[in-house]
Nanobody, 123 residues
Framework: QVQLVESGGGLVQSGGSLRLSCAAS????????MGWYRQAPGKQRELVAV?????????????TYADSVKGRFTISRDTAQNTVFLQMNNLKPEDTAVYYC???????????WGQGTQVTVSS
């Protein structure tokens, strides 16, 4: 059974930081691109950041960020822990949303989602 379990969300003041974690089980972690998406009330789910699969010692990882978070957020992954992280700095009220972890394998067109974690940034 595949599980993506997010943690680390919460309430923080504008300018503060949070670190989200997503622990994956039931998949071969290295084969999946891992991403963070978010959905604010009344808005569509949007991409925040994605990091490619593989092994850093072989080919390295590639990352993609939404323009709105570039320079503030950093995505990383730990293959040994089957975990993907999202370090969020200089948070803004517009970052308030439910953040979802995603595991995607284009080769087999399989994607999985976590249950989401709430991030609230107060002004």
């Amino acid at each position: 059974q595949v599980q993506l379990v997010e943690s680390g969300g919460g309430l923080v003041q504008s300018g503060g930081s949070l670190r989200l974690s997503c622990a994956a089980s039931g998949i071969i972690f290295s084969r999946y691109d891992m991403g963070w998406y978010r959905q604010a009330p009344g808005k569509q789910r949007e991409l925040v950041a994605v990091i490619t699969g593989g092994f850093s010692t072989i080919s390295g990882f590639s990352t993609t960020y939404a323009d709105s978070v570039k320079g503030r957020f950093t995505i990383s992954r730990d293959t040994a822990q089957n975990t993907v992280f999202l370090q969020m700095n200089n948070l803004k009220p517009e970052d308030t949303a439910v953040y979802y972890c995603n595991a995607d394998r284009k080769l087999t067109r399989v994607t999985y989602w976590g249950q989401g974690t709430q991030v609230t940034v107060s002004s």
